[in-house]
């Protein structure tokens, strides 16, 4: 456009203004005459309340602060949150960013536009799936792929290939580069959810955006105020977070537990001692505390208690400190350096740990009790469970928890712990320890030069094997053959030797009540082909060292160490918690440990008088 024309344009745009007034405008008589509004329209909204999670992004993204999360009297699961989205339409502009960005896809806009009301407060609305005037209006505008604000893909984060990671127990995940580990915290959306799901309540979204500022420093000074253990939890964490990361519903949720990993690869460990002295000591106690057991309860008590200013004494049985972390997860998924780590932050505190020391034949209970102002129990479940059918007593047939120990002894250099190596294997369990015993076996397999010939069977279903699916596809991926939804019958022997696993159908493994009550097919019966049988169907406990007198005032419901919510039993001196109390996981044990340290250091100054 020339400049003649611009200035043609701007001089005679008064005289266009002035031969539109007598123009007749468009005009709807409103309320008496309704006019339907385009397909896309943005109108009031409808939300799905079966299927928001009270996540608040909607929320967060409004640029006119129209929305406010509002308490609602419902009931959830953990993973949800009991409010709603309420939204302001005197602030609204309709831009549908809060449509758009929503992670469940609960919230939508609908074709109804108009809302006549004397009352103000009626423009504040909690919508649910009515709408506003609660006659379930046709939608507008929903979120499409042109729309889409939330990034519903992992970083894709570098591993070995399977032929390749089975040659050997290297640490097969190789972890986030840096760039990688901001643009996974950058899919974030500060929701919170995690942190409920979180058994030690993790302030997860704080680490995650100290990673997105890249300061390394603040976000492991955020991960040591809840847990003493994050080398091992970056590792081999059940990540109930995960499961319910607001951007799951709709995508792959944010790989928590690889940030925390990534987080502390990042520094070493003289500094994040530092990070953990710094940590904020609530009481500055002086009491004497014993634990028995070095494992994740015991170990995340210590620290804990240190911080609290108490002097702590581990007692572990074994040679080194970590009992199932150490003993039981296989090389490849938790290095030793990474434990070690761990422990080494712990121990600065000043926690003494004294291994090969077993409290019940090295020293009793009552001993510590006289020698100490109080005794915490983190004992693990290291007794296998055995399926009892027959044959399992015979001399083929091992257990699974003293295989992985004995593995883990020979790769650490002790040549008089090394197993034998079948030339087939059946393992019966389809848990993480079946998995990780059919993983390391395989390995060992390579290792000798033999092929790969490990099979896996178990009651449940392919779909409801309880291992994490990661363990199952890497598992196959490694040559591992999977026989789902057969129960054993008997092992079968040859000569003298075990030659298979003779199998039954399994049609179902709980009943309607959802008790484990598993039926079985007796007519579909097959053999399963092998030479070493390795039952893992489950961990028990020992209490071995505890006498009797100890046994008599302390309830056990199932076999597990009956606790308050300060990790208290029945004898108030003595605490418990871990695997003993809520069952084999590293994270419980965490937060078992940090609630017991709580519990005791009131136990101290209020019985002890410290």
Known sequence: MSVYDGFKKTFWGPTVAWKRLFTKPVTIKVPRVYREAAERYRGFHVNDWDKCSGCGTCAKICPTEAIKMAPVDITVDIGKKAQRPAIDYGRCSFCGMCVDICTTGSLNMTREYIHISEDPDSFFFLPDETGIHHDTPPIGYSRDENSEL????????????????????????????????????ARCVDCELCIDACPAKMDIPRYIESIFKNDIKEGVEWIYRTNPL??????????????VCSIGNRGEPVAIRWLKRYLMDQEETEDVIKYAKKQEIVKKGSGRVAIVGGGPAGLSAAYYLSLMGHSVTVYESKEHAGGVMRYGIPRYRLPDEALDADIKVIEALGVKIECGKTVGRDITIEHLHEKFDAVFLGTGFMKGRSTGVKGADSEGVLMAMPLLESIRDYLRGDSSKKPEVPESLV???????AMDVARSVARLQKMEGMPVDVKVTCLESSDEMPADLEEIVEGREEGIEYFPSRGPKEVILKDGKVSGLSTIACTAVFDGDGRFNPRFDESDESMIEGRMIVEAIGQAPDYDYLPESIREKVQFIRGRILVNEKGQTDLPWLFAGGDIVNGPDIIHGVADGHKAAVGIDEYLIREVKL
Do not use: W
């Not at 070995?160 to 050997?168: C, I, M």
């Not at 393992?427 to 320890?433: M, S, T």
């Open 427 to 433: 393992v019966i369990g389809g848990g993480n320890v």
């Open 150 to 185: 939330l990034d519903l893909e992992r970083v894709e984060m570098e591993e070995l290939p399977g032929v390749e990671r089975v040659q050997s127990f290297i640490e097969f995940v190789k972890g986030f580069s840096r760039e990688q580990a901001i643009a996974e915290a």
């Open 230 to 243: 994050p080398s091992v939890c970056g590792r081999v964490c059940t990540h109930k977070c995960e499961t």
